[in-house]
C-alpha cells in the first residue's frame, strides 16, 4: 500500500541530533516468547509476567493493577527514569474462545518484554512504562479502567501511548484515521531510516483497540498492527493459530518498534 504524502515529507526530515540507542534482542527469544501463547487468559498473565522477569522488570518495577469489573488485572513494567514524562506502551493479553488467540493479542503482548529489554541497555530521557491489558475483548476494560484511574496531571504526563494489536500476519501497518500526526510521521522516519516495511490500514471502523481508551481523553496514541482485507477475518475464529503468523514479519514489527520507540524517547518533548 502507496504512503500518503505527508510521509514521504516526513521521512526527509530526519533529526539530525537524534541518536537511536537500543539493543536487539535474539530472534529466537522473540520466537520463543510468542510461541509460549496459552489459551487460559490467566496462564497468560502469569507468562507475561515471567518474560518481564526474564527481560530484567521486577521488584517495585513489575506490578499488578487491579481492575475493576475484571477477574484479572492489569500488568504494568515501569523503566523509570527522572523525568516526570511518560512514554506508554501497551497491548492486551486476553483473547476469546475461538482459536488460539495468537494474533489477537499474544503477539502484541509477548513483545511488551522484548521491548523493555531493547530499551533498558541505555539511559532515557522518558519513563517507559509498558502496560499489558486485561478484558480488551470484553469492551476495553483494562485500559479504559487504567485511564479513568489517573487525574489530570498523570494523563497529562503522557508523551503518547503506542498500542501493539494483532501484528505478524504480514509487514507492520499502522491506524491512521485516529493515530497523532507527530507519532505516524515519527514512525515513518524510523521504517524509512531502517529499510523496514510500513503500510497504512484504517480498521478503527471495525473494531475498536486499547489506544481508543487514551485517545477519548486527548492523550497522543497511535495504534501499531498487521491486518488487512485479507487477513482481518482471521480475528475470533478457529483460524487464529501459531501457523498465522510470519516469523520474518514479527521479527520486522519488533526492530521497527524497538527503534521506533528509542527514536520517540529522543525526539518527544524536547524544548530547545
Known amino acids: 500500500m502507496k504512503l500518503p504524502i505527508f510521509f514521504a515529507v516526513a521521512a526527509c526530515l530526519l533529526a539530525a541530533d537524534a541518536t537511536i540507542r537500543y539493543a536487539t534482542v535474539d530472534k529466537a527469544i522473540i520466537q520463543v516468547r510468542l510461541a509460549a501463547a496459552a489459551k487460559d487468559n490467566r496462564a497468560r498473565l502469569v507468562k507475561l509476567y515471567l518474560f518481564f522477569e526474564q527481560s530484567g522488570c521486577a521488584g517495585d518495577n513489575l506490578k499488578e493493577l487491579l481492575v475493576e469489573h475484571s477477574k484479572l488485572p492489569n500488568l504494568a513494567c515501569t523503566l523509570p527514569v527522572s523525568s516526570s514524562q511518560i512514554i506508554l506502551v501497551g497491548a492486551h493479553f486476553d483473547h476469546v474462545s475461538s482459536g488460539d488467540g495468537v494474533i489477537d493479542n499474544w503477539s502484541g503482548a509477548a513483545l511488551l518484554p522484548s521491548l523493555y529489554q531493547s530499551l533498558a541497555k541505555h539511559p532515557r530521557r522518558h519513563t517507559f512504562l509498558f502496560v499489558g491489558f486485561t478484558d480488551e475483548e470484553k469492551g476495553l476494560i483494562g485500559s479504559r479502567d487504567y485511564v479513568e484511574h489517573l487525574d489530570k496531571v498523570e494523563r497529562q504526563q503522557i508523551s503518547a501511548m503506542i ?4 501484528v505478524g ?10 493515530g497523532s500526526r507527530p507519532l505516524v510521521n515519527a514512525l515513518a522516519i524510523v521504517a524509512q531510516t531502517f529499510q523496514l516495511p510500513l503500510g ?7 473494531g475498536r483497540s486499547d489506544s481508543d481508551s487514551f485517545q477519548d481523553y486527548k492523550i497522543p496514541t497511535i495504534n501499531i498492527h498487521s491486518l488487512t482485507a485479507k487477513t482481518f477475518p482471521l480475528l475470533h475464529t478457529r483460524h487464529d493459530v501459531m501457523a498465522a503468523i510470519s516469523q520474518d514479519d514479527y521479527f520486522d514489527t519488533y526492530r521497527l518498534v524497538a527503534a521506533y520507540l528509542a527514536y520517540l524517547d529522543e525526539v518527544l518533548d524536547k524544548t530547545d
Do not use: C, F, Q
Open 200 to 206: 497504512v490500514a484504517n480498521v478503527h471502523t471495525v
Open 169 to 178: 500476519t504480514g509487514p507492520t501497518k499502522l491506524e491512521l484515521d485516529r
Open 163 to 166: 498500542n501493539i494489536d494483532s
